[in-house]
């Protein structure tokens, strides 16, 4: 399988701040989703984003395939935005996750 | 929308017992998988499945079975629960007609006892 990096593993931010976390990945993939873990544990998906750049709110997400990486822009962060960040790439017929960033948002 | 459901999202079970672990998504989805997570060792795929009745072990299927007798619904056995599978169980759904987008489940806490 391929190998997939998070970066930063903690991330702590004051209310209002803007973040970046980082995604990368070993080889090809046929699909990269972003998916925040809320504190309940559900997986709530933010981005399918096997290429391109996508907006939702103050939520961004940029992958460049050719590079095998993948970006989530966080802006003007909120409390309600702490929890932990996966990423995964899909690649055969599996899904492969990072370790996940884990964010705190202190008011 | 899609939606994937799990039969329960706390469940505490004692050593030795059958735990039946039930997942059911409404989208026609024809993939289905299950997972665990543990803290310090991120996602693990048990099985996953894509069609009925077919099943392939994932990266930890000791311990563990699946069934898959019709397309939205996909349940994980465990025949004699251990505490070394207290852990949190989440189940997930995409379809190669949608990109393969997964969509999970709220999960399910197991603690065995």
């Known amino acids: 399988g391929i190998q997939v990096e998070q970066s930063p593993p903690d991330l702590i931010l004051q209310e209002g701040a803007n973040s970046t976390l980082r995604c990368n990945f070993s080889?090809?993939?046929?699909?990269l989703q972003w998916f925040h873990q809320n504190p309940w544990g559900q997986l709530i998906n933010l981005f399918y984003?096997?290429?391109g750049t996508k907006q939702n709110g103050r939520l961004s997400a940029t992958t460049v395939a050719t590079e095998r990486y993948s970006l989530l822009y966080i802006s003007s962060s909120q409390t309600t935005d702490s929890g932990v960040y996966f990423c995964?790439?899909?690649?055969?017929?599996?899904?492969?996750f990072g370790t996940g960033t884990s964010l705190t948002v202190i008011p | 929308d899609v939606k994937v459901t799990q039969s329960s999202r706390y469940l505490v079970k004692r050593t030795g017992e059958k735990v039946f672990l039930e997942c059911v998504q409404d989208m026609d989805h024809e993939n289905m998988f299950w997972y665990r997570q543990d803290p310090g060792l991120g996602l693990r795929l048990i099985y996953f499945s894509y069609d009925v009745k077919m099943k392939e072990k994932g990266d930890i299927p000791e311990g563990y079975s699946v069934s898959r007798e019709k397309k939205e619904r996909f349940s994980l056995i465990l025949e004699s629960a251990s505490t070394n599978q207290t852990s949190m169980y989440l189940c997930?759904?995409?379809?190669?007609?949608?990109?393969?987008?997964?969509?999970f489940g709220p999960g399910t806490r197991l603690t065995v006892t």
């Open positions: 997930a759904s995409n379809s190669p007609a949608g990109g393969y987008e997964q969509y």
């Open positions: 995964a790439a899909f690649t055969g017929n599996q899904f492969y």
């Open positions: 080889d090809s993939v046929n699909n």
């Open positions: 984003i096997p290429s």
